[in-house]
């Protein structure tokens, strides 16, 4: 479950490099800088749960 | 012999970021923030295992329960803490890893004060 999280987020910041890669070239700018942020957005609704799954566990593992 | 998994699980991560440091950075330090977390799921296993130990030891040992708890409180503080900074350091924001840092340790010192006052009110009644 967690380690295909890392090849997701691989397969999302490469695509999202390609596009804009290919958006530059095709003189649009603007869409370029608005896919790499979807794709930022996309990545970060990925990784929050498990950061808060992450500190949720220290919390009550070290009743901190 | 999860270590090796350990491992392979990490140098894959890393070379994944390397893949899109240049391209775009923020997404390696998403990779290393997900291979951080992944190597964190295996911790926990063996930080239960040891943490059951130190309340076994609890038992035999006639220490106070609270002076563990603390231990177990200032472990965990430097955990998240060092997560944490060194997620800024690997960014390259080294300053904001260094407050983190900082922050931990005062917060470990004021979890630590209760110790340090019994200790020496032991120590006064000696004299």
Not at chain 1, 40 to 64: C, D, H, K, N, R
Not at chain 2, 13 to 32: D, H, N, P, Q
Not at chain 2, 89 to 116: C, H, R, T, W
């Amino acid at each position: 479950m967690s380690v295909n999280l890392i090849f997701k987020i691989a397969a999302v910041g490469i695509l999202v490099t390609v596009i804009s890669q290919v958006l530059k070239h095709s003189g649009r700018e603007e869409h370029a800088f608005l896919t790499s942020l979807a794709g930022l957005i996309i990545v970060l609704f990925w990784i929050v749960p498990y950061i808060y799954e992450l500190f949720e566990t220290m919390q009550s593992l070290f009743a901190l | 012999m999860d270590i090796l998994r350990i491992a392979v699980l990490g140098i894959a991560g890393v070379l994944i970021a390397l893949v899109l440091k240049k391209e775009r950075g923020e997404y390696s330090t998403f990779v290393s923030m997900a291979v951080c977390i992944c190597i964190f799921f295996y911790i926990i296993t063996k930080v239960e295992t040891i943490l059951s130990f130190a309340e076994r030891m609890e038992t035999l040992i006639s220490v106070d329960s609270s002076y563990i708890a603390l231990v177990v409180k200032m472990v965990g503080i430097t955990y998240i803490a060092e997560f944490a900074m060194n997620v800024c350091k690997d960014a390259g924001y080294a300053a904001i890893g260094n407050q983190i840092e900082m922050f931990a340790k005062m917060s470990i010192l004021v979890v630590s004060l209760p110790v340090l006052t019994a200790f020496l009110e032991t120590i006064g009644s000696f004299l």
